[in-house]
């Protein structure tokens, strides 16, 4: 605040503390003074006598006294008013910070995204008690779409230094909330939190565009190691773009419980596809049955902040894989190749045929281990001394071959043989950086 303001109000609070002090003050210093009204001359020097008198100085220094008593009790009065106790944060994808004081009311509410902006739109929160409040932000999500039936997750971050008292919010704030909600019939779920000052916290907050509080919790959500459908465990990037309803989503399918998180209520999930969705939609784009696949796999997952089921089967010689937004059903990425436990169980029976009928079957393949050998010879090189092996079956123009890719000694290199007569198509050799 600048000082001109920063003057007003302790002008103003001087003049609630003590209304007409000033007047009572001057009228009394001039009953102490002794003046009357009829003139005397007296010299220069005796204008000053009289003037300067020790009940004067003591009218003057009684004045500056509770003048600056006055100051103090005003002061104070202004740092009550203005000093932040609490940062309380709102997160749907509309994000909200408020900075309220030690009497509950806000001091600045501040729209952290654009979303957050058309919630705060045309309201003057500072000064208003912080229920009052909660009931304007939560009203007005609601009423643009932010808080609904589909999308019922809400975080509350509290920041304060007493443990106590973050606690006390925390749980008032989540009642209330709740409370909310359901007047709109609403079954919400509400996350909370403490949190402190972090500069970690706050780069990632910065780097990812996102409230401090949703920050802390993904950090929290990456702490508790939880995996994607490939066991690999999730990064930043994978989560920052979820909503805070696609977060809880995830925890929930994992069954992952996160530290210094306290939650009540489910995250709905009537605005996803369910799984038997994402397969339909996988086994219509295959152009399969679902009586003819195997090994049918469909996990929960989500990648660059995007919630997508991961959905894959095997089919006759093939492998599939699909990506599937959880939201829209919309494929997001696919893949099919040749399944090697297919094709090396058909090599088995096709030996077995070979022998019995003492005949050559042309659909036969090499075999991994032949493709190995092949590539091994070529490159004068034995088995012991490799490292990094990596054999799988692919195709292209119409061609199935073996791709081999091995290191050795200072060496890196890639085969790749043909499936059925293990003629060597194509073979690099570089030195291993």
Do not use: H, W
């Not at 007005?140 to 975080?155: A, E, P, R, V």
């Amino acid at each position: 605040m600048r000082n001109k303001k920063v003057k007003e109000s302790l002008k103003l609070a001087v003049a609630n503390s003590v209304p007409n002090v000033l007047d009572n003050i001057l009228k009394k210093c001039e009953e102490k003074k002794g003046f009357k009204s009829k003139m005397i001359k007296v010299t220069n020097e005796e204008k000053k006598r009289k003037f300067i008198t020790p009940k004067l100085i003591g009218c003057v220094c009684g004045f500056i006294i509770l003048l600056s008593f006055i100051g103090i009790i005003g002061l104070n009065q202004y740092n009550k008013a203005f000093k932040v106790e609490t940062v309380i944060e709102f997160d749907v994808n509309p994000s909200i910070e408020l900075k309220i004081n030690d009497k509950e009311e806000i001091i600045e509410a501040k729209a952290l995204n654009d979303d957050a902006k058309k919630v705060l739109e045309d309201m003057d929160l500072e000064k208003v008690d912080l229920d009052v409040a909660i009931n304007a932000i939560i009203g007005s999500m609601m009423k643009n779409g932010y808080l609904s039936i589909d999308q019922n997750s809400i975080l509350v971050s509290v920041k304060n230094s007493d443990n106590k008292e973050s606690e006390r919010l925390q749980k008032e704030i989540m009642n209330e909330i709740n409370e909310l909600l359901k007047a709109s019939s609403i079954d919400g779920s509400i996350l909370t939190q403490g949190y402190d000052d972090d500069k970690e916290i706050e780069k990632l907050s910065d780097d990812y565009n996102i409230s401090v509080g949703k920050a802390k919790l993904i950090s929290n959500v990456l702490s508790s190691k939880i995996t994607n459908s490939k066991g690999e465990l999730y990064n930043f990037d994978a989560l920052a773009g979820l909503s805070i309803t696609e977060l809880n989503l995830l925890l929930n399918d994992k069954n992952t419980d996160v530290t210094s998180v306290d939650s009540t209520g489910k995250a709905s999930d009537s605005g996803y596809i369910d799984r038997d969705k994402a397969m339909e939609i996988a086994l219509d784009d295959a152009s399969v049955n679902k009586n003819n696949i195997r090994e049918l796999e469909i996990e929960f997952d989500a990648d660059d902040g995007i919630l997508l089921y991961e959905v894959e089967f095997k089919y006759n010689n093939k492998e599939y894989e699909y990506d599937i937004d959880a939201k829209t059903g919309e494929i997001l990425y696919k893949k099919n190749d040749y399944d090697d436990d297919y094709l090396s169980n058909k090599e088995v029976n096709n030996s077995d045929n070979n022998n019995s009928n003492n005949n050559n079957s042309s659909s036969s393949y090499i075999g991994k281990e032949k493709a190995k050998s092949i590539a091994l010879n070529d490159a004068s090189v034995n088995e012991n001394n490799i490292r990094e092996l990596e054999i799988e079956l692919d195709d292209e123009r119409n061609v199935v071959y073996y791709e081999v890719e091995f290191k050795a000694g200072n060496k890196e290199y890639k085969y790749e043989i043909n499936a059925k007569n293990g003629n060597i198509i194509d073979r690099e050799i570089e030195i291993d950086d």
